[in-house]
């Protein structure tokens, strides 16, 4: 695997970013880090209470700049990040990862994406993007996000599939981009 590349994996709620990250991170023996953690760590607060008292594009402007810190902390080293749903929205963000590493988005369909939330404890913590019921505000995020997510990713991922599948797939493109790079 290549030196110096970040790896960040990017997609919707409940798409399987940290539980890959945290997973694939022990499988290489290197650091990973998970934006929103690491957002509610530095603001000592939950993003939901962060959006509350600000707004959601105050959010949105420090979510970008902890992209930019917390890869500025790894890079050139080997790193995963696991990034919060929307960090796709401002272009730049997209732009930043794919300078620093490869993107994996995690695609997940709406039915797999709404049981998951409907299973984690920690969704009730996660902000409201709109006022429509589970089903219907993961169908319209998703629907109005996907473009986003595959114009910012360098490799997709079959999110739907168990852990061990998805690491195996992400582990062999990991590789094989190694093994075509030395052939050059």
């Known amino acids: 695997m290549s030196e110096g590349k970040l790896i960040y994996f990017i997609g919707p709620r409940a798409s399987g970013k940290t539980r890959v990250s945290q997973a694939l991170a022990a499988k290489l023996q290197i650091p990973s880090i998970d934006l ?14 962060f959006v509350k008292e600000n707004d959601w594009s105050a959010f ?3 979510e970008s700049l902890i992209l930019r810190e ?17 960090i796709v929205l401002d272009e730049n963000n997209s732009i930043f990862m794919r300078d620093h590493g490869q993107v994996f988005y ?4 709406v039915a ?6 409907q ?3 920690k969704s009730a913590q996660r902000p409201s993007l709109t006022n429509l019921t589970l089903q219907d505000e993961v169908s319209q995020v998703l629907a109005s996000r996907e473009p986003l997510y595959l114009a910012a990713a360098t490799q997709i991922v079959d999110g739907s599939k168990n852990l061990e599948f998805v690491l ?3 582990v062999k493109t990991l590789f094989f981009e190694d093994q075509i790079m030395l052939k050059s």
């Open 60 to 62: 949105r402007r420090e």
């Open 36 to 49: 929103d953690d690491y957002f509610s760590e530095k603001f000592k607060m939950s993003i939901q209470k």
């Open 106 to 109: 995690l695609k997940v369909d």
């Open 119 to 121: 299973k984690d404890p």
């Open 112 to 117: 797999t994406l709404v049981s998951r939330l």
């Open 168 to 170: 195996e797939n992400i």
């Open 70 to 86: 917390v890869t500025a902390k790894y890079y050139p080293e080997m790193a995963i990040l696991a990034t919060g749903g929307g």
